[in-house]
């Protein structure tokens, strides 16, 4: 039983690890490329983007 218990967390890093091995970081960077503007998430931010391009357009009209 003691050794079930210390297997799982054992089995799940290996599991982990072997997964962060094929991951394929760099078309995930691409992709979060597509989709981010200075640090900004272009759906999930796009109150704070509108907002810097409202000011943007106010400190060009003054």
């Known amino acids: 039983m003691i050794a079930v218990?210390?297997?799982i967390p054992v089995i799940g890093f290996?599991?982990?690890l072997f997964d962060c091995y094929?991951?394929?970081w760099k078309t995930i960077d691409e992709q979060?490329?597509?989709f981010y503007v200075?640090?900004?998430h272009i759906y999930y931010d796009r109150k704070i983007l509108r907002?810097?391009?409202v000011?943007?357009?106010k400190s060009k009209l003054e």
Do not use: A
């Open 55 to 57: 000011e943007q357009l």
């Open 51 to 53: 907002q810097k391009d």
């Open 5 to 7: 218990l210390i297997l």
């Open 14 to 16: 290996v599991l982990f």
């Open 32 to 34: 979060n490329r597509q």
């Open 22 to 24: 094929k991951t394929d």
């Open 38 to 40: 200075d640090g900004y």
